[in-house]
C-alpha cells in the first residue's frame, strides 16, 4: 500500500508553504488459524463454545520519502493560494516540480510474529437471558531495523484481552445490554514501521471499553436505540515540549448515543442534517440545499429476455440474458454545499442494461469448462445536478453559495461500479489417485474491467482501470472423506490492481483506495467430523 500527500507547513495570510511525503510499504503475511465450535446443553442452559488458535508471520518493508522541489532543492516551497491550487508555479512565478523519489527520510524493515489462542462462550439460558464471555492471549514479538542508521530494536508482550456481555429481553421487541472488553496496540503502532528505543521500553497502548444500552424495535422498520458508553485508553504519546520524549498519558470518554433510524413509510427514510435557520443564525452564507433530511425510495422496472440450452447429451449447458433496469430515485452518496450536510440523495432516472453469459462444458469425463461473461452499459438518463467534494472542498464554512456553483448536470455519466466487462473463465480437472485420493485442479482466470467508482465521474479520482488474475488450486480428499488437503496460488502472476476506492462526501473529499491483493500462497488442512 502506498500514502502520497502534500500539507501545509506553513502559511502567513497570503503565501503558503508546501511539504509532503511518499509512504509506500510491502508486506508479506503468513496466516495460521484454526477454530472450533460446539453447541453444549447444560442443564437448562445452551452453551455454544469457540475455541482458537492463530499465528501470524509478517514481513514489512517500509520508505518515507520527502518532497523535493527542483526550485528549492528541498522538502519546502512556496506557493501563491489560488483554487485549485497550482503546484507547477511557485510564489515567485517560476516554474517548479517535486519528485517524490530523491529525498529519503527513513527506511525501517520489521518482522513481527504473533501468537494466538482465544475462547467464547455464549451461554443462553433462557429466552430473556444471555451472556457472554470470553477473552484471547497474544504473544506479540517484533523487531524494527532502521536501515538508514542500521539500527535494531525489538519488543515482546504478552497479553490478555477479556470481555463479557449481558443482554436481557424483557419482551421480543425490547433489550437491554452491558457489555465490556479491552484490547491493545503494541509500541509499533498499527502500521509495525516504527519502534524506537523509548518506544521499545513501554508497554502496549491498553484501551478499555464498558457499554450500557438499550435497543427498541418500534416496527419492523423503525428502531431507537439509546448507549451510555466509558471509553479507557493508557497510552504513551510524544510530550508537548520537545516532541521528542514519550509519555504516558491517560483518556477517558464518556458519552451518551442516541439514535432513531429506519423507514418512516414506503416512500421516505429517516436522516439528519443542519437546517437553512441554523445556516442563517449562525451567520452562514445560504446556498440551495442538494441533500435533505428526507430521501426518496428507489425503484427499479425490470426486464429480461433468456435462453437456457443443454446440448450434446446434457455435455454442454449455455445460458445467455438480455436485461434491461430502469431506476427511479436511484440513491447516492451526495455533497451538499454546506460542508458537513453530505449524505443520501436521489437521481430521478437512471438505467442499465447488460448481457450474461453463462456457459459450461464436459471437455471429458475428467475436464469441465465452466465460462461467465458479462456486459454492462449504464448512464443517467435524467437531468440532475450533482456536488463533487472533489472540487468543492477547497471552499469552506463560509463559502456555501461558492461551493454551490460548483454543481454538474451528471446526465450521461455512468453509473457508479458498472464494469463494462467482466470474465471468469475456469478449468477443472478431476480424478481418482490410484490411492484412492480424490484430486482436483482448477485454473482460473478472472477479468474486472474499467469502471467510474461515483456516479461524478471525475478523471482524477474515478476512473478505476482494468484488471486480470490468475488463480491455481490443487486439492485432495483423501480416503473416507474426512481430511482434505488444499494448496491455492492466488493472483499467481502477482499482477497490480485497484479492486475499488471511496471518496468522502464531506470534509476533505479524501480517497480511499483498496487494492487487489498480491500474490498469495495458501495452505488449508480441514477435517470434516
Known amino acids: 500500500k502506498m500514502y502520497r500527500n502534500y500539507y501545509a507547513s506553513g502559511y502567513d495570510g497570503t503565501l503558503v508553504t508546501i511539504d509532503g511525503y511518499l509512504d509506500p510499504t510491502e508486506r508479506k503475511n503468513f496466516n495460521l488459524a484454526g477454530s472450533f465450535v460446539n453447541e453444549v446443553h447444560i442443564g437448562n442452559a445452551v452453551h455454544t463454545i469457540l475455541v482458537g488458535a492463530e499465528f501470524i508471520s509478517t514481513e514489512n518493508q517500509n520508505l518515507r520519502y520527502n518532497t523535493y522541489w527542483s526550485t528549492t532543492s528541498d522538502d519546502n516551497e512556496v506557493f501563491n493560494i489560488t483554487r485549485p491550487m497550482n503546484f507547477g508555479i511557485n510564489s515567485a512565478g517560476v516554474e517548479t516540480s517535486n519528485d517524490f523519489s530523491s529525498d529519503l527520510n527513513n527506511q525501517t524493515t520489521s518482522d513481527i510474529e504473533v501468537r494466538s489462542i482465544y475462547f467464547q462462550d455464549q451461554i443462553d439460558c433462557s429466552e430473556r437471558w444471555k451472556f457472554m464471555i470470553g477473552g484471547r492471549v497474544d504473544n506479540f514479538d517484533i523487531t524494527v531495523t532502521d536501515v538508514k542508521k542500521s539500527q535494531d530494536q ?32 503494541p509500541r509499533s503502532g498499527e502500521q509495525y514501521k516504527k519502534l524506537d528505543a523509548s518506544g521499545a521500553a513501554l508497554d502496549p497502548d491498553v484501551f478499555k471499553n464498558t457499554e450500557i444500552g438499550y435497543k427498541y424495535d418500534i416496527s419492523d422498520a423503525l428502531t431507537f436505540s439509546a448507549a451510555i458508553f466509558d471509553s479507557e485508553s493508557t497510552r504513551a504519546e510524544k510530550d508537548n515540549e520537545t516532541g521528542e520524549l514519550n509519555e504516558i498519558r491517560g483518556l477517558e470518554v464518556e458519552g451518551v448515543e442516541i439514535e432513531l433510524s429506519g423507514d418512516i413509510d414506503d416512500q421516505n427514510n429517516l436522516t439528519f442534517g443542519y437546517t437553512v435557520e441554523e ?251
Open 154 to 185: 525489538s519488543r515482546k508482550d504478552d497479553m490478555f484481552s477479556p470481555r463479557f456481555g449481558v443482554i436481557y429481553k424483557p419482551v421480543e421487541n425490547m433489550s437491554l445490554y452491558v457489555s465490556y472488553s479491552e484490547s491493545f496496540l
Open 279 to 529: 445556516d442563517i443564525a449562525e451567520g452562514r452564507p445560504v446556498a440551495p440545499a442538494m441533500v435533505f433530511p428526507t430521501f426518496e425510495s428507489e425503484s427499479v422496472n425490470a426486464l429480461e429476455f433468456g435462453l437456457k440450452t443443454d446440448l450434446f447429451d446434457g455435455r454442454v449447458r449455455a445460458n445467455a440474458a438480455y436485461f434491461t433496469y430502469e431506476y427511479e430515485n436511484l440513491q447516492f452518496q451526495a455533497t451538499d454545499p454546506d460542508p458537513y450536510r453530505g449524505g443520501v440523495a436521489n437521481i430521478p432516472e437512471s438505467e442499465m442494461s447488460g448481457l450474461e453469459i453463462e456457459f459450461t462444458g464436459l471437455i471429458s469425463d475428467s475436464l469441465t469448462l465452466d465460462m461467465n461473461l458479462a456486459f454492462l452499459d449504464s448512464e443517467v438518463s435524467s437531468y440532475y445536478e450533482a456536488l463533487d467534494n472533489v472540487d468543492a472542498y477547497q471552499y469552506f464554512f463560509g463559502q456555501e453559495d461558492l461551493r454551490y456553483d460548483l454543481r454538474k448536470n451528471i446526465k450521461g455519466n455512468e453509473l457508479a461500479k458498472t464494469p463494462e466487462f467482466t470474465a471468469d473463465i475456469t478449468m477443472t480437472y478431476e480424478t481418482v489417485l490410484s490411492s484412492g485420493t480424490m484430486f482436483t485442479g482448477i485454473l482460473q482466470y478472472v477479468e474486472r474491467g474499467e469502471f467510474q467508482q461515483r456516479v461524478n465521474n471525475n478523471p482524477i479520482v474515478d476512473a478505476i482501470d482494468a484488471y486480470d488474475i490468475l488463480n491455481l488450486t490443487a486439492s485432495f480428499d483423501f480416503v473416507g472423506d474426512k481430511w482434505g488437503l488444499d494448496f491455492m496460488i492466488l493472483n499467481a502472476t502477482d499482477e497490480d490492481g485497484v479492486n475499488s476506492s471511496m471518496t468522502d462526501v464531506f470534509g476533505v473529499a479524501a480517497t480511499g483506495i483498496e487494492l487487489i491483493p498480491p500474490r498469495q500462497y495458501m495452505l488449508r488442512l480441514s477435517m470434516n467430523y
